[in-house]
């Protein structure tokens, strides 16, 4: 703000300085020409007096002259004196005759004596100009400024037409510098006088018409930038300044306009805040209720799960005994189950080939079948239990699916001759699975030897694999005596037997229930199609492909 | 004739297997049966020397991992190649018995498939 107004400021010197100068230079100049003038028509005036005077006074002079001069000197210079007194500007007047002596001279008068021609010898104009106007018989004048004296030479002719005497009038410039002096001064005084009225003038006309509209302009306008729209811009002048105030007022009340909307929206959105701040507030303090009603329940909920995982850990570690119990109770039983099992099956072949009654004979195999059986039962119910425990571990490796098979079909190659089996691993190569290598054995051991028992003599058995999206699908098919569609559905169950009139001594009814347990745990699936009786039987399984990217691990 | 020695605690199980090794393959072995693993070591510390030793795991007072293990900590009798002969079939017997011993053979068995390993163990050795 104080930055405006010192532009302001600097706005009425830029305006009234030129002026000022503009005002001295006229009035200067004008001055000059009228002091010229006047000067001029002044010094016109004293010529023309000073020569209408000396022609004038020429005659009288002389005729004086010639008559009192010598006798009535007193009487003479009286009138001289009477006659320079008539023009004050003549200041002295010499009379002199055509050889340039001077006869006469005002200092004559002002001493009051005749001048005394025997003691002092003549007196003789020395100047040779002056001389030449002396003997001319015409009236004559001459400047000389520098001595501020202007001088008349005023020859005395007679009526005879006789040129003897001449008469020098000197006349005073002094008046003139006078009246100059004069005039220069009251010129200089008015035209003082003047300017600072007119500066005046144009200061109260720039101060009633531009700098106060503007400073209550400004006042305004800073009023409103204040914030104060209320008050309207008052300026009666129809000029620039007014439009520019009514253009102040046309934007103020915009501004007022639009000020007032904001002022209404603001005021909506303090009451929207505020309602918004008290909901909120309310909310937050049932938030801070359900908080501290959580907190509550989490605490409570805390001590109830430290007791529950107290007792489930209490729980954890009977289970884990029990489980751990039930291993070692499985290993007891496996190692006295089997234990017994192995003179029986060592010692009776050896006695039953000794033997050379038939009858006894008969008795041995009886015995000797029993005892397989047993072994069976014995061997695939562990087995099962096994696989049911979640401790037995699979160890999955990377295993050539084609060459695995290939291995398993030479060591059963006994098992395939007794029944004059064709079998074919149709198999691609290079399909690798990711499988516990015993199992997998275990697996298709298992399901070969069902393929076995249930084909004719000389039948076909076919082994083939399928890659699908990351599984394998393996099939092993023989054509053998097949089964009924209600049959399929119940091949895995445990102790299964398709035909429960026959007592099967051979199968345990357990080998394919085995063998879904060891697909199962391989994340795989297993299922048995047939078309009917006597028309073969497939059974497929689905193991996981192995991937490069595990081996990279 | 190559000696072996049978460590088992229960007699039938010796019996069994020394009487079908001998019906089956007379003069090919001589089967020494010992009934517990204390008793083992007390022969190889007589200066014993089988040539191969077939042992039972679940023993009373010393079971068949401390036999092993004494017998492979000692200079002189580490060589003997061991076959553990056993009923136990859970993974970790299983798994372990194969890896440190020369083969592990589960009960029960035939007596010509013990002949075979048998073979096959010495001959390796």
């Not at chain 1, 010529?47 to 002079?61: K, M, R």
């Not at chain 1, 006869?103 to 002092?120: A, H, Q, S």
């Not at chain 1, 302009?217 to 104060?228: D, E, F, Q, T, Y």
């Not at chain 1, 571990?393 to 098992?415: G, P, V, Y």
Request: aromatic share 8%; with cysteine; charged share 30%.
């Amino acid at each position: 703000m104080k930055n405006g107004i010192k532009k302001f400021y600097n706005l009425k010197i830029k305006i009234i300085l030129p002026v000022f100068f503009i005002l001295i230079i006229v009035f200067l100049t004008s001055s000059l020409i009228i002091i010229d003038r006047e000067y001029n028509s002044a010094k016109d005036s004293l010529i023309d007096n000073a020569e209408s005077y000396s022609s004038l006074s020429v005659a009288t002079l002389i005729k004086n002259y010639e008559t009192l001069y010598e006798s009535g000197f007193y009487q003479f210079i009286q009138i001289v004196d009477d006659l320079l007194s008539l023009n004050k500007n003549a200041n002295k007047i010499q009379i002199l005759n055509i050889n340039g002596k001077i006869l006469f001279d005002t200092n004559e008068l002002f001493e009051k004596t005749k001048y005394d021609e025997i003691t002092y010898g003549e007196r003789y104009l020395q100047d040779p100009d002056l001389i030449k106007r002396i003997i001319s018989s015409e009236p004559s004048n001459q400047f000389l400024e520098k001595e501020q004296f202007f001088d008349i030479v005023q020859p005395y002719i007679t009526e005879f037409g006789r040129h003897d005497y001449s008469i020098r009038y000197i006349f005073s410039l002094s008046s003139l510098e006078e009246m100059k002096q004069e005039m220069i001064f009251t010129i200089f005084i008015s035209s003082g006088i003047f300017i600072i009225i007119s500066f005046l003038l144009i200061f109260f006309i720039l101060n009633r018409f531009i700098t106060a509209p503007i400073g209550k302009l400004i006042k305004s306008v800073r009023s409103m930038g204040k914030g104060n729209l209320g008050n309207e811009i008052i300026v009666n002048s129809q000029d620039e300044i007014g439009e520019l105030a009514s253009a102040f007022n046309k934007m103020r009340t915009d501004l007022k306009k639009s000020q007032d909307s904001l002022k209404e929206y603001s005021e909506n959105l303090e009451k929207l805040v505020t309602n918004r701040t008290e909901e909120l507030e309310d909310k937050t303090a049932n938030l801070e209720k359900i908080n501290r009603d959580l907190i509550r329940a989490r605490k409570e909920l805390d001590a109830l799960n430290k007791n529950l995982e107290k007792r489930i850990k209490e729980r954890t570690n009977e289970v884990e005994q029990l489980l751990k119990q039930k291993d070692e109770f499985i290993n007891q039983l496996s190692h006295d189950l089997k234990s017994p099992l192995n003179p029986l099956t060592i010692l009776l072949p050896i006695l039953e080939k000794q033997e050379t009654d038939p009858k006894k004979i008969e008795i041995f195999q009886v015995l000797k079948r029993n005892v397989e059986y047993m072994r069976n039962i014995a061997i695939k119910t562990l087995e099962l239990a096994k696989l049911n425990s979640p401790k037995t571990k699979f160890s999955l490796e990377k295993i050539d699916l084609k060459d695995e098979i290939q291995r398993i079909i030479q060591n059963k190659k006994n098992l395939f001759d007794s029944k004059n089996l064709e079998i074919k691993n149709n198999v691609m190569k290079k399909i690798f699975v990711k499988a516990d290598k015993l199992r997998l054995e275990e697996l298709f051991s298992n399901l070969l030897e069902n393929s076995v028992k249930y084909s004719n003599e000389k039948g076909l058995i076919i082994l083939d694999a399928k890659k699908e999206q990351g599984f394998i699908k393996i099939s092993i098919k023989d054509n053998g005596i097949g089964m009924k569609k209600n049959q399929l559905k119940h091949a895995f169950e445990e102790f299964y037997k398709a035909d429960t009139s026959r007592h099967d001594f051979e199968s345990s009814g357990l080998g394919l229930s085995i063998c879904k347990k060891i697909v199962e745990r391989h994340n795989g699936k297993i299922w048995m199609e047939s078309e009917g009786l006597g028309k073969g039987a497939t059974v497929f399984f689905a193991l996981p492909l192995y991937k490069n990217k595990e081996l990279e691990k | 004739m190559k000696k072996i020695m049978l460590v088992d605690d229960e007699k039938d199980q010796i019996f069994s297997i020394k009487t079908g090794f001998e019906q089956e393959y007379p003069n090919e072995y001589e089967i020494i049966g010992v009934e517990s693993g204390k008793k083992c070591i007390e022969l190889l510390e007589k200066n014993v020397k089988p040539d191969l030793i077939l042992l039972d795991i679940m023993m009373p007072e010393m079971d068949g991992w401390e036999v092993f293990d004494k017998i492979k900590a000692n200079q002189a009798w580490r060589k003997i190649p061991i076959i553990f002969l056993t009923a136990r079939s859970d993974g970790l017997a299983k798994s372990a018995g194969s890896m440190i011993a020369d083969d592990y053979i589960e009960k029960p068995i035939d007596i010509q498939e013990l002949k075979i390993r048998i073979d096959n163990v010495l001959k390796k050795s």
